[in-house]
């Protein structure tokens, strides 16, 4: 897919209403999105998928839904105080900041595992400039946590961040999960919510946000055992992509080399999805071994032992962390399902969503919005559409039958029912099917 393509997904989005800059009317908020009537839909659908597949249809996995706010302790014991950070260099005449790795990749240098310092060595030996062509400063480290302060004195005491990750939230209720529910291990722990990085340079979209939203798990096991967690995860993390509605073909695990992975992670897989932008992380899946909480045990000075039931044997569990950014799932379904085609000579655009994640399922219409017993009919089965699907029918009489079409096609609707006057006589609808836009005579009660 071509670069166009990714500005007419963005265009859709806008244009119907599923995606809006954030702060629009005011000049926008770099970084920043709003979802839209039909982008809430579509992105509740994705998360919801999630919840039911990683936590309710699991006996092993628990949720939470941890504060934004947390003990400045949390990122200090985690680390990310002292090294959430990346390198920012900045164009010597105009003073405009970029990430030294993402200008190194747009000159096609692989940066994995390169030092800040090797990557400025390789900007002055290659002469790299700022996509203005000036010359670019040395690099700095930059803390990518927005900072703030809670109460209505500011001191080092009130300091507090918004979470740049939600894993940090379930790793600090572990030890309140297990007293409450005393799960046998392997468990999960599972969270849904909001992230802030205060990225250098967000870009491609939603791809790359200032805030954005997170579903991770943190699944605890006895160290001997890591390698099953982390086969099955990832083999469910398969299936749940494919219930996205994306193609196999464009997505690839990487294997993340050991000089490129965390210290204290002994693997991990990048879920990779061949996006317009081109080849990028989808979500991650790492075994981060004792790491966490071992942070907290140190930092808190309390206990994050684990007894096996009916026995003397006491560890710090294990942990395998799937991570998934709900921008980037919602990304890959809009991109994978956006197509274009030709009918009746007009050019067509669609979005081929699986019927499940689609944010209007059924568009009713009746065929003539100004004959009375139309309407009537039309509405008694838009009514009985709705107690069925509540939330996913829309009424639409707008314009001819034709532009109809077109607007649900471009929102992925994939059922459009329309009452005409046969109706009336035999009680059969028309449905015109999304895809193929092929059309059926269905009597109203099998809708
Ligand atoms: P990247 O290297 O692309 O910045 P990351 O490796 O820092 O990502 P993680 O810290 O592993 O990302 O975060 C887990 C997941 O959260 C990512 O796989 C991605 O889906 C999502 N994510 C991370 N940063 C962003 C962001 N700025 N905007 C949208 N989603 C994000």
């Known amino acids: 897919m071509s670069q166009a393509?990714?500005?007419?997904?963005?265009?859709?989005?806008?244009?119907?209403?599923?995606?809006?800059?954030?702060?629009?009317?005011?000049?926008?908020?770099?970084g920043t999105w709003d979802y839209g009537p039909l982008g809430v839909q579509l992105k509740r659908n994705i998360m919801n998928?999630?919840?039911?597949?990683?936590?309710?249809?699991?006996?092993?996995?628990?949720?939470?839904?941890?504060?934004?706010?947390?003990?400045?302790?949390?990122?200090?014991?985690?680390g990310h105080v002292d090294t959430f950070v990346d390198p920012l260099c900045e164009d010597t005449v105009n003073h405009r900041r970029y990430r030294t790795d993402h200008i190194l990749k747009d000159n096609g240098v692989d940066t994995d595992g390169m030092t800040m310092e090797q990557m400025d060595a390789v900007i002055a030996e290659q002469g790299i400039k700022s996509p203005d062509g000036n010359p670019l400063s040395k690099s700095r480290t930059f803390n990518m946590m927005f900072k703030t302060h809670v109460g209505a004195t500011e001191s080092e005491?009130?300091?507090?961040?918004?979470?740049?990750?939600?894993?940090?939230?379930?790793?600090?209720?572990?030890?309140?999960?297990?007293?409450?529910?005393?799960?046998?291990?392997?468990?999960?722990?599972?969270?849904?919510?909001?992230?802030?990085?205060?990225?250098?340079?967000?870009?491609?979209f939603v791809f790359r946000s200032r805030e954005f939203e997170q579903m991770e798990i943190e699944y605890f096991v006895d160290p001997e055992?890591?390698?099953?967690?982390?086969?099955?995860?990832?083999?469910?993390?398969?299936?749940?992509?494919?219930?996205?509605?994306?193609?196999?073909?464009?997505?690839?695990?990487?294997?993340?080399?050991?000089?490129?992975?965390?210290?204290?992670?002994?693997?991990?897989?990048?879920i990779e999805y061949d996006y317009p932008i081109g080849r990028e992380e989808l979500m991650g899946i790492a075994y981060r071994t004792d790491f966490d909480l071992m942070n907290i045990q140190r930092a808190s000075g309390k206990s994050m032992e684990y007894t096996v039931k009916?026995?003397?044997?006491?560890?710090?569990?294990?942990?395998?962390?799937?991570?998934?950014?709900?921008e980037r799932a919602l990304m890959a379904v809009l991109s994978g399902a956006y197509r274009e085609d030709e009918q009746n000579g007009e050019k067509r655009v669609y979005l081929a969503l699986p019927e499940h994640l689609a944010p209007v399922k059924f568009a009713v219409s009746p065929l003539l919005k100004n004959k009375p017993e139309l309407v009537e009919k039309a509405r008694e089965?838009?009514?009985?559409?709705?107690?069925?699907?509540?939330?996913?029918?829309?009424?639409?009489?707008?314009?001819?039958?034709?532009?109809?079409?077109?607007?649900?096609d471009e929102i992925g609707t994939p059922y459009c029912?329309?009452?005409?006057?046969?109706?009336?006589?035999?009680?059969?609808?028309?449905?015109?099917?999304?895809?193929?836009?092929?059309?059926?005579?269905v009597k109203v009660e099998e809708l």
Not at 5 to 30: A, P
Not at 238 to 245: I, N, P, Q, T
Request: hydrophobic share 35%; charged share 30%; aromatic share 12%.
């Open 310 to 326: 009916g026995t003397n044997t006491k560890f710090v569990p294990h942990v395998i962390e799937p991570s998934f950014g709900v």
């Open 381 to 408: 089965v838009y009514a009985a559409l709705t107690k069925a699907n509540p939330g996913r029918v829309m009424w639409d009489d707008n314009g001819n039958i034709g532009k109809r079409y077109r607007r649900q």
């Open 225 to 270: 055992h890591w390698q099953e967690a982390f086969d099955e995860l990832l083999a469910a993390t398969h299936e749940f992509l494919a219930e996205l509605g994306l193609k196999p073909e464009h997505i690839h695990e990487l294997d993340v080399p050991a000089e490129d992975r965390a210290h204290y992670s002994k693997k991990t897989i990048d």
């Open 157 to 204: 005491d009130s300091i507090s961040y918004l979470r740049p990750e939600t894993a940090q939230g379930i790793f600090t209720d572990f030890k309140n999960v297990v007293d409450s529910f005393y799960p046998n291990l392997p468990f999960g722990i599972a969270q849904q919510g909001k992230a802030f990085r205060n990225e250098i340079a967000p870009r491609d």
């Open 49 to 78: 998928l999630w919840w039911r597949r990683f936590v309710d249809e699991r006996d092993d996995m628990y949720g939470v839904d941890a504060a934004i706010l947390m003990n400045q302790k949390v990122w200090q014991a985690s």
């Open 417 to 441: 029912v329309v009452i005409d006057f046969q109706t009336l006589e035999d009680g059969t609808v028309t449905v015109r099917e999304r895809d193929t836009t092929e059309q059926r005579r």
């Open 5 to 30: 393509k990714m500005e007419d997904i963005i265009s859709l989005c806008k244009r119907r209403g599923f995606i809006y800059q954030g702060s629009d009317v005011y000049g926008g908020l770099s």
